[in-house]
């Protein structure tokens, strides 16, 4: 993994942002790993930086590391307690989510959230937490669709939405309850999926409704 760039000049604050950046590969949630300039494997940092909001310093860090930003990101839950790569008293981390098609940013590494590598104990707990806050936020966010490409096929979308929730879904159940969403458009390219006629690939695009329940209604859908 790439080594961490240096902090920000400017006066630093007294807490770190950490950043656990997730993406959804080969079924499972993945995170981003990267070496330190004391050479150890880190979930990427910084300290904050006074008068500057949290997530904007988040957000930078996440397009230092990415070179082009991401798409979706959240805060998680601010850790007083455990062992931090720094001498910090409190770290704050932010959730971000990254399409699979997406490069590798230079030198980092994705590594399974349940197989990571050794981290202190402060940043293990943020990255096994990220799940339930990416869990959190689908209900009301499009968690789901930004860890796909811009365009996708059902089936990929339905497999987001599985691994976030941790079960599988009636495969009907859940086209009926995404078509009552408004949630995503057909477009006009289709793709191979092996055998078979191909599917037709679609993209995020909430239409406005008034009223009414905007997101997918899980409680509705099967097993």
Do not use: N
């Not at 997530?55 to 931090?84: C, F, N, Y």
């Not at 999926?193 to 599917?199: H, I, N, S, V």
């Not at 329940?213 to 859908?221: A, N, P, Q, Y």
Request: charged share 20%.
């Amino acid at each position: 993994p790439r080594a961490m760039s240096s902090p920000k000049s400017r006066r630093r604050g007294g807490a770190t942002i950490d950043l656990v950046l997730c993406s959804a590969r080969a079924g499972r949630l993945h995170v981003l790993v990267v070496r330190s300039a004391a050479g150890k494997l880190v979930l990427p940092f910084v300290w904050s930086v006074d008068g500057e909001a949290l997530e904007q310093t988040a957000r930078d860090l996440a397009k230092d590391i990415t070179g082009h930003g991401i798409p979706w990101m959240a805060p998680g839950v601010a850790i007083a307690s455990k062992k931090h790569p720094t001498d910090a008293a409190l770290s704050v981390p932010f959730v971000g989510v990254m399409s699979a098609t997406m490069p590798t940013p230079g030198g980092s590494a994705w590594y399974p959230v349940d197989a990571l590598p050794t981290l202190t104990a402060r940043q293990k707990a943020m990255a096994d937490g990220a799940l339930e806050t990416l869990r959190l936020h689908m209900d009301v966010s499009p968690v789901a669709f930004r860890l796909l490409p811009p365009v996708f096929t059902l089936s990929e979308l339905q497999q987001a939405y599985e691994l976030l929730l941790g079960r599988p879904l009636h495969k009907a159940s859940f086209r009926r309850a995404l078509q009552a969403a408004y949630l995503a458009e057909p477009t006009d390219e289709w793709r191979s999926e092996g055998r078979g006629r191909p599917a037709q690939l679609f993209r995020f695009s909430p239409r406005k409704r008034r009223g009414g329940h905007r997101s997918v209604r899980f409680d509705l859908i099967g097993h």
